[in-house]
């Protein structure tokens, strides 16, 4: 799916999930406070997660034609990258 949007499409969509990750970073950032990772870190991961989700999932085979379950599957994947990255944190913190 995402593969067939042009270069601009592209461009808007990545740029609208880092923008929404930010704000949704800072907001994460203040609950979590020391045991978090920092706002422009959590924004990577949060965006990695969102199109590395979408693109493994077309790697394995399942289109995903409609919009609403692209956002789905990239919200999933944002937030079980984010928790990964966060109980690693926590556990070599603890270590």
Do not use: C, H
């Not at 199109?51 to 034609?65: E, K, M, P, T």
């Amino acid at each position: 799916m995402i593969w067939n949007l042009s270069v601009w499409w592209i461009f808007m969509a990545v740029s609208v999930v880092t923008i929404l990750s930010f704000i949704l970073s800072i907001g994460l950032s203040v609950i979590i406070g020391r045991d978090g990772v920092g706002p422009t870190p959590m924004t990577v991961i949060l965006t990695g997660g969102f199109f590395g989700s979408i693109y493994l999932l077309n790697l394995y085979g399942v289109r995903l034609s409609d919009l609403q379950e692209a956002s789905f599957v990239g919200l999933a994947g944002a937030f079980v990258a984010l928790v990964t990255v966060l109980l690693l944190k926590s556990a070599l913190n603890r270590a």
